[in-house]
């Protein structure tokens, strides 16, 4: 919530999607390492297990990719076809709520969802 409909710092690195899915879940100062899509894969096969599209829950992880490619865009669930998200890395692109069909238009290569649940959670 705290982010939601704000921007980074201008100083801040560059935030973006991947970053952005990561931390959905966390509380406090976050880790401000960035993650290529290639580290975005390694550290959400470490820290998330693969779940059913049709059994997200809040603040599970939604991943956007051509068929068998690297992840283009990611996403957190948060309700019936809303999602968090952070559509790139500049400043000036904020934190926002968006539809779900809203997200998918944006990236329509990218037909290969995939969800992935947090461990613990």
Request: charged share 20%; net charge positive.
């Amino acid at each position: 919530r705290s982010r939601v409909d704000t921007f980074p710092s201008p100083t801040a690195p560059a935030f973006d999607c991947f970053w952005t899915a990561l931390h959905f879940h966390v509380r406090g100062e976050p880790d401000a390492r960035l993650y290529s899509a290639e580290e975005f894969s390694r550290q959400l096969a470490l820290t998330h297990s693969p779940v059913a599209l049709d059994e997200v829950t809040l603040g599970d992880v939604l991943v956007f990719r051509p068929p068998g490619g690297p992840p283009q865009h990611a996403v957190n669930y948060v309700a019936s076809g809303l999602v968090f998200t952070k559509n790139g890395g500049s400043s000036r692109r904020p934190f926002a709520l968006m539809r779900l069909s809203d997200v998918l238009a944006i990236y329509p290569l990218a037909t290969d969802l995939q969800a992935w649940r947090r461990r613990g959670s």
